[in-house]
């Protein structure tokens, strides 16, 4: 089965730590970007990368920082510089970046 | 920069009847992609339909279709015989040249049996 994996579905962490969100897809797409959603908000990108190695910046990217050492792997980390972590994370990939999102089930994070 | 707003928050339908979403973007750009995205409680999204901006033609699915008005910069869908199913958050996006997804903030669908 093709897809995009995003575990855990739920993730609990304490102020000031921080944490890596996982995403993984096995579509072989060279592009994949991280959202945000906020509730009574549209996603918003984090991250996007184009290809293996390189990566850049969306729109809300203070605080986050992300690696993609592998085509299929693009990890999110949650800093303890992000003031308000708590929200819903979504992955998706991309053949190209000028082909279509299909997105993940998403990460629920909550910061206490 | 691109702007996607939706003015309905939230919006109810009885089953089996005909509902429409509305979306409206601001963009300098002539060449571009809309989109309808399905957020269903089990927050999946998923791409329900596709518009090219060059095409005149309205784009439909199935039950879903859209109505493209480029010079009112207006992009709605209409869902035809509405389905239990159909209930979820739906989203209204805009890529254009820098091939960015700008979202809208959403309208919650809610379908009555």
């Known amino acids: 089965d093709g897809g995009i994996t995003q575990s855990p579905k739920y993730l609990f962490r304490k102020e000031g730590q921080n944490v890596t969100l996982s995403c993984e897809q096995n579509l072989n797409h060279d592009a994949m970007y991280w959202y945000r959603q906020d509730p009574g908000q549209g996603l918003r990108l984090i991250y996007y990368?184009?290809?293996?190695?390189?990566?850049q910046k969306g729109d809300i990217a203070e605080g986050y920082s992300v690696s993609r050492e592998k085509k299929e792997s693009f990890p999110l980390t949650v800093t303890s510089a992000q003031k308000n972590p708590t929200a819903f994370y979504l992955c998706a990939s991309s053949i190209v970046r000028e082909s279509e999102q299909y997105f993940g089930p998403g990460t629920r994070l909550t910061v206490t | 920069a691109q702007t996607v707003t939706q003015s309905q928050p939230e919006m109810s339908v009885q089953e089996a009847e005909t509902v429409t979403l509305s979306c409206t973007y601001d963009t300098s750009e002539s060449d571009y992609y809309l989109f309808w995205y399905k957020q269903p409680p089990s927050r999946q999204m998923i791409l329900v339909i596709r518009q090219e901006a060059y095409k005149q033609q309205n784009a439909t699915e199935n039950r879903f279709s859209v109505n493209f008005q480029k010079a009112a910069k207006s992009f709605s869908l209409k869902i035809s015989d509405s389905q239990l199913g159909d209930a979820a958050m739906y989203f209204c996006?805009?890529?254009?040249?820098?091939?960015?997804?700008?979202f809208g903030a959403g309208t919650i669908l809610r379908v009555k049996s």
């Open positions: 990368s184009q290809i293996v190695n390189d990566f």
């Open positions: 996006a805009y890529r254009g040249y820098g091939n960015k997804l700008v």
